[in-house]
């Protein structure tokens, strides 16, 4: 089973970016995934996640508003777009995937974004 995250770069604050998390392996009916970052210093923090099957979304602060998650089924891919960046949301960006039965967890590899200022 393999996550892999794409899409960061640098982006000027203001800016847009769309971070894809495509998965591979097995079938991912049942999963909840979810996007995380970690900043330099600080711990990792939950951005938000979506049920893969129903694409039902939950978001955490950092991203309220700003942030929308969505998945394409057919391309077992989900997706974080990020509005408004601020300097802020400089972090490393990680997906994974969690099974709501079972004992099943994934983790991506990470794709950094760096917002200039």
């Known amino acids: 089973v393999q996550l892999q995250a794409s899409g960061g770069g640098l982006v000027q604050a203001g800016n847009s970016l769309r971070l894809s998390c495509v998965a591979s392996?097995?079938?991912?009916?049942?999963?909840?995934f979810f996007w995380l970052r970690q900043a330099p210093g600080k711990e990792r923090e939950p951005v938000g996640s979506?049920?893969?099957?129903?694409?039902?979304?939950e978001y955490n602060n950092p991203a309220k508003d700003r942030f929308t998650i969505s998945r394409d089924k057919a391309k077992n891919t989900v997706f974080l777009q990020m509005n408004s960046l601020k300097a802020e949301d400089t972090a490393v960006y990680y997906c994974?995937?969690?099974?709501?039965?079972?004992?099943?967890?994934?983790w991506g590899q990470g794709t950094l974004v760096t917002v200039s200022s």
């Open positions: 979506i049920t893969f099957t129903g694409g039902e979304t």
């Open positions: 994974s995937a969690q099974s709501m039965v079972g004992q099943y967890k994934y």
């Open positions: 392996g097995r079938t991912f009916d049942d999963f909840l």
